[in-house]
C-alpha cells in the first residue's frame, strides 16, 4: 500500500488553511475518521493503528499550519500550544504506540508517561499566557479561571476520580497520571471558559473549549481503563481524537486571524456572577449530599477532606476575587470623583464656549447670507427667494437685472478702494428704493438684482425707472465727483418654470439695454429669447465653418477714375452654411468679434487673400485690402502672424492694405488706442500700407489723422449716395471735395465707395477723386472673376 509523505500532509494543511471553509471540510473528514476508526481498530489492528497515527499527525500539523497562516507563529502562547501538540503526538504514537506497545520497549514507556505531563503543562501554559495577553485586570482572569476549575472538580472527585480510586486494587503509576493529567484538564478548561465570559466569542475559541471538554471526556474515561487495568479503549481514543481534531480546527478557522475579538478581562459581568454563585452553592452540596440521598454508603474521611479542602480553596479564591472587585471598584470611585469635579469645571468651561459658539454662528449665518462689501443678500439668499417666488404660477414675480455702466473705468483710473466706496454708495441707494417683501442683493462685481414677488409689468418699469435716475445723481468719494448709470434688464409677467430660467431672460433684457446705449432699461421679450437661441446656433455652426469650407472670399475692385484700371481689389468675406442660405456679413461678423473668432477667421482670411493676390501683383502690380477688427489688432501675435503670411505667399508688404474703422479707436482707452497705433505702426514700418474706413462718419475723424499711420481714406458710402440727391447735392459736394482736397494735402490717397451711377462716378471725376469702388463697376465676385475682369478691358467710361 502506498504511504503518505509527511510533506504531503503539510502540503494538504497548507491548501486546507488557505480556504475560507478548509476547516469545516477537516471537521467533517477528520470526525468521519474519529468516530469510525477506534471502533474499527480492534478488527483490523494494523490499518487502524496507522490512520490514528496519520489522524494524529494530520491534527499536530494542522495546528501548526494554521498558527503560521495567521502570523500568530512569533506570539509565545501560541507556540507553546503548538509544542504541546508536538509532544502530545511524539509521547502518544512514537513512544507509547511505537516504542511501547510495538517494539515492547519499556523505556519508551516511561518516556510517554514522562511526555503526558509535559504536553498538558506546555499547553497549560500557553492558554494561561493566551488569557493574559490581553492586558485588563489580569490576576481577576486567573482568579476566574481557578474559582471556576475548583468548582468544576468538586463534583468531578465525587463521582469520577473518588470512585475510580476506590475501586483500584493498587494505586499504579498510570492511575495517578491520569488523576493528575485530569486535574490540568480542568484547569484549562477554566481558562478557557473565563475568556468565553469575557466576551471572546469567536468561532476559533468556541472549538478551543469544546476541544478540551472532549478532553476531560477522553482523560476520564482512560482513567476508568486504568483503574479497569485495562488498555485505553475506543471512548478514551474517539475522545483524544476529538480533541487534537477540533483543537486542529480552531488553529484553522479564519476567525484566529482577529484575536482581538477576546475582549481583556472585565471586573464583573452578568454570565461570571451567576456561574460563580452557581458554583458556590450547588458544587459542595452536589458533592456532599447527593451521594448520601442517592443511598449510597457514607462518605469516607478522604471524601470530607477532599470535599472540605476544595470548599475552602473556592471560598479563598471568591474572598481574593471579590477583593480585587473591592479595590477596583474604590479606585474607580476615586476616579469618579475626579472626574465628576473635572466634569463640572469643563462644563462651566464648555458653557462659556457654547455661548461663544451661539454668537459666532449667528455671525457667519449672518455672513453666509450678506454681501461683505454692500451688506445686501448675496447670490445664495437670491436664489433662494427668487426660486420661493415662482411657487405660483397664477402671479409670476418681477425681476430687475441691473449692471453699472462704466464701473470699469472707474476701478482702472482710481482704484478698487474707490471702486469699492462707489459700489457701497450704490447699495445704499438702491436699498432706499426697494419696499419691504422684495429682494435686494449683489450678485457679484457691479451687478446687482432685485426679486419682486408678484409684481407686474408697470410696476416693475416704474421702479426701474426711478433707480435709473437714482443712481445718475453724482457721487462722491475721496473728494472726488463721480458719476455713473447703469442698464437694466426687466423680466415681469411672463411665467417661468425656475430661477435659472428668470435668470436667462432677464440677462437678455440687460444685454438688450448696454446694446441699445446704456443708462437704460429693456424688457424681456420672447423674441429675444428666439434671437438669442438664432445667435448660439450661428455661434456653433461659425466655429464649423473653417473646417467644412463654409467661408469663402470675393473681391471689389478699386478703379482708376481716370484711367478705368483696377489697381486694388477689396476681400470681403462670405459665408455660405451647406444645406442654407447664406448670412449676411452684417449678421456673422458681430458674432465672430464677440465670441472671439475672428482671430482665427482673420487669420484664415489674410491667408487666402494673399495666396489670391499674389498672381494679381505679379501680373498688373494691383494690391489686396483686407479688413481687420480691433480684437485683432489686440492680439499680440497679428503682427508677426501678418509678416508671416506675406513671406509665406511672397508678396510684397506694399501689396497688403490692412483696412480699420474710426470706431475701433474709440471704443477702447487711452492707453489701449497707444497701443494699437503701435502695432499699426510697426507693420507700416514694413512697408503694409493702412487704410481708414468709413472716413467722415466719426466725430474725431481729423484729429485722428494726426496721430494714425495712415496712408489711404475711404469715403463713407452715405456721402456717395447723398451726391445725386437733390436736396443734399450741394452740401455733399462740398464736404466731399474737402475730404478730397485735405486727403490730398496730407499725401494721403482717397478712395470713395459705394459708387453705383455713370452720374456718381462722373461727379468725382470731376472733383478730382482718383480711386473710387462698387456696383458700377463690379459687385464683390470671386477670385476666378477677378483674374476675368483683369484681362478685359478698363472701365468705358473712365474718360468720359
Not at 458653557?351 to 459666532?360: G, N, P, R, S
Not at 483696377?566 to 452654411?577: D, G, K, Q, S, Y
Not at 477688427?629 to 501678418?642: I, P, T
Request: charged share 15%; glycine share 8%; net charge negative.
Amino acid at each position: 500500500m502506498r504511504k503518505t509523505s509527511p510533506e504531503a500532509v503539510r502540503a494538504a494543511g497548507s491548501r486546507l488553511a488557505r480556504e475560507p471553509y478548509g476547516w469545516l471540510v477537516y471537521l467533517l473528514v477528520g470526525g468521519l475518521f474519529t468516530l469510525v476508526t477506534p471502533l474499527l481498530t480492534p478488527v483490523f489492528p494494523g490499518p487502524g493503528v496507522a490512520v490514528l497515527a496519520l489522524l494524529q499527525l494530520v491534527s499536530v500539523l494542522a495546528v501548526i499550519v494554521g498558527v503560521r497562516r495567521h502570523g500568530l507563529s512569533g506570539q509565545w502562547h501560541w507556540r507553546l500550544i503548538a509544542a504541546a501538540a508536538v509532544v502530545s503526538y511524539v509521547e502518544g504514537v512514537l513512544f507509547e504506540g511505537v516504542g511501547w506497545f510495538w517494539l515492547e520497549i519499556p523505556a519508551f514507556l516511561v518516556l510517554s508517561q514522562l511526555g503526558t505531563p509535559i504536553a498538558y503543562g506546555l499547553a497549560l501554559a500557553g492558554l494561561v499566557l493566551l488569557g493574559l495577553r490581553t492586558g485588563g485586570a489580569r490576576w481577576a482572569g486567573l482568579l476566574d479561571g481557578g474559582i471556576i476549575t475548583v468548582g468544576v472538580g468538586m463534583p468531578l472527585w465525587t463521582f469520577l476520580i473518588d470512585p475510580a480510586l476506590d475501586r483500584a486494587e493498587t494505586m499504579t503509576a498510570g492511575i495517578v497520571l491520569a488523576v493528575t493529567v485530569l486535574c490540568i484538564d480542568l484547569l484549562m478548561l477554566g481558562v478557557l471558559v473565563r475568556m468565553v465570559f469575557d466576551g471572546g466569542r469567536a468561532p476559533w475559541l468556541a472549538l478551543m473549549t469544546t476541544s478540551f471538554a472532549v478532553l476531560i471526556v477522553g482523560d476520564g474515561a482512560h482513567l476508568l481503563d486504568q483503574v479497569a487495568g485495562r488498555d485505553a479503549g475506543a471512548p478514551a481514543m474517539t475522545a483524544w481524537l476529538g480533541w487534537a481534531l477540533l483543537t486542529g480546527c480552531a488553529a484553522l478557522h479564519p476567525s484566529l486571524a482577529n484575536t482581538a475579538q477576546i475582549r481583556p478581562p472585565a471586573i464583573t459581568s452578568r454570565a461570571r456572577v451567576t456561574t460563580f454563585l452557581a458554583v458556590t452553592l450547588l458544587s459542595p452540596l452536589i458533592s456532599s449530599l447527593v451521594p448520601l440521598l442517592s443511598g449510597t454508603d457514607e462518605l469516607s474521611l478522604r471524601d470530607y477532606v477532599a470535599i472540605v479542602l476544595m470548599t475552602v480553596l473556592l471560598a479563598v479564591l471568591l474572598v481574593l476575587r471579590l477583593t480585587i472587585v473591592a479595590r477596583v471598584a474604590e479606585t474607580r470611585a476615586v476616579a469618579l470623583d475626579s472626574q465628576a469635579e473635572q466634569l463640572i469645571a469643563q462644563t462651566a468651561k464648555l458653557t462659556v464656549a457654547l455661548h461663544k459658539q451661539e454668537q459666532l454662528q449667528r455671525q457667519l449665518t449672518h455672513r453666509a447670507s450678506r454681501d461683505p462689501l454692500t451688506g445686501l443678500a448675496n447670490r445664495t439668499v437670491f436664489g433662494e427667494a427668487l426660486q420661493e417666488s415662482l411657487t405660483d404660477p397664477e402671479t409670476p414675480p418681477a425681476l430687475l437685472l441691473l449692471d453699472l455702466d462704466g464701473f470699469k473705468d472707474v476701478n482702472d483710473t482710481f482704484g478698487h478702494s474707490v471702486g469699492d466706496e462707489l459700489l457701497s454708495q450704490v447699495g445704499r441707494r438702491l436699498r432706499g428704493i426697494v419696499t419691504s417683501g422684495h429682494t435686494l442683493a449683489r450678485l457679484g462685481g457691479d451687478e446687482f438684482a432685485i426679486v419682486m414677488p408678484g409684481t407686474a409689468l408697470v410696476t416693475a418699469t416704474a421702479v426701474a425707472q426711478q433707480i435709473l435716475h437714482a443712481l445718475q445723481t453724482p457721487y462722491r468719494v475721496g473728494g472726488r465727483e463721480l458719476h455713473l448709470t447703469t442698464s437694466i434688464g426687466v423680466l415681469a409677467d411672463i411665467p417661468v418654470s425656475n430661477a435659472s430660467e428668470a435668470l436667462r431672460d432677464a440677462d437678455m433684457a440687460l444685454y438688450a439695454a448696454k446694446n441699445a446705449g446704456k443708462n437704460q432699461l429693456a424688457t424681456f421679450d420672447p423674441e429675444m429669447r428666439a434671437a438669442r437661441l438664432e445667435h448660439s446656433r450661428l455661434t456653433t455652426g461659425l466655429r464649423h465653418a473653417i473646417a467644412q469650407q463654409e467661408l469663402t472670399l470675393n473681391y471689389q475692385p478699386v478703379v482708376d477714375l481716370n484711367s478705368g484700371a483696377i489697381t486694388a481689389v477689396e476681400a470681403l468675406l462670405r459665408w455660405n452654411p451647406t444645406g442654407g442660405k447664406p448670412v449676411r456679413p452684417d449678421v456673422f461678423i458681430p458674432i465672430a468679434e464677440e465670441t472671439g473668432l475672428i482671430i482665427p477667421i482673420g487669420l484664415w482670411v489674410l491667408e487666402q487673400a494673399c495666396a489670391d493676390a499674389r498672381r494679381w501683383h505679379e501680373q498688373y502690380g494691383i494690391s489686396v485690402t483686407v479688413n481687420v477688427s480691433g480684437r485683432q489688432l489686440r492680439d499680440e501675435n497679428f503682427s508677426d502672424a501678418v509678416l508671416t503670411i506675406l513671406r509665406r505667399h511672397d508678396l510684397p508688404e506694399q501689396a497688403l492694405v490692412l483696412e480699420i474703422t474710426e470706431s475701433m479707436m474709440l471704443a477702447t482707452t487711452t492707453a489701449e488706442t497707444q497701443r494699437l497705433i503701435s502695432v499699426l505702426q510697426a507693420l507700416r514700418d514694413h512697408g503694409v500700407r493702412i487704410a481708414l474706413d468709413d472716413f467722415g462718419t466719426g466725430y474725431s475723424s481729423l484729429a485722428y489723422l494726426r496721430t494714425l499711420p495712415v496712408d489711404i481714406l475711404k469715403i463713407d458710402r452715405s456721402f456717395t449716395t447723398a451726391l445725386t440727391e437733390a436736396d443734399r447735392r450741394q452740401q455733399t459736394r462740398a464736404f466731399t471735395k474737402a475730404i478730397v482736397e485735405l486727403s490730398a494735402s496730407l499725401d494721403l490717397r482717397t478712395v470713395v465707395e459705394g459708387v453705383e451711377t455713370d452720374d456718381q462716378a462722373g461727379m468725382l471725376q470731376q472733383m478730382g477723386c482718383p480711386l473710387a469702388q462698387g456696383y458700377l463697376f463690379s459687385p464683390p465676385a470671386p477670385a476666378a472673376r477677378i483674374d476675368d475682369l483683369l484681362q478685359s478691358a478698363p472701365w468705358r467710361k473712365a474718360a468720359a
